[in-house]
């Protein structure tokens, strides 16, 4: 079955992308122009806005597992709206045999941390130290340090 699914997140900085995947166990893979999913789209499951059922699979780039080749892979695939940037697609049937795990429910611990990967980013080019750490509930906090 397919269940392909748009995390919707905006990427714009894959230096970024790369940094919250590695802190998830996950590796950005540049140029990858497939991903692994299902393999083919059984109309069980809507196609995601835009994308049609011959696109899925296809990407620029792509973020897999470490240590887990049965897990599906995210596509990361140009905007389908014409602007600059990616934007993310995976498979989750099945919770993507081991992805979901890493990525969390609807990508939520990938935008996470791709969001305080770029925030941070900005901070430090504004010339703020920052530190960062994580709460009970596996929040990223970043604040400013003197």
């Known amino acids: 079955m397919s269940h392909v699914v748009d995390m919707q997140i905006e990427i714009r900085d894959l230096d970024a992308l790369g940094k919250a995947c590695k802190r998830l166990g996950l590796e950005l893979v540049a140029n990858q122009k497939t991903y692994k999913w299902f393999g083919r789209s059984v109309g069980d499951y809507p196609v995601p806005a835009g994308f049609t059922a011959a696109e899925l699979g296809k990407c620029e780039h792509a973020i897999r597992v470490k240590g ?3 897990a599906y892979e995210v596509g990361v695939v140009k905007r389908k709206d014409g602007e ?5 697609i ?4 099945q919770k993507g045999f081991g992805l979901q795990d890493k990525i969390g429910e609807n990508g939520g611990l990938l935008k996470q941390n791709y969001a305080a990967q770029v925030a941070k980013k900005q901070m430090l080019r504004e010339g703020y130290r920052v530190k960062e750490t994580t709460n009970r509930h596996g929040d990223i906090l970043l604040a400013f340090v003197d």
Not at 84 to 88: A, D, K, M, W
Not at 90 to 93: A, P, T, V
């Open 84 to 88: 600059p940037g990616f934007q993310l």
């Open 68 to 70: 887990n080749p049965n």
């Open 90 to 93: 995976w498979d989750f049937w």
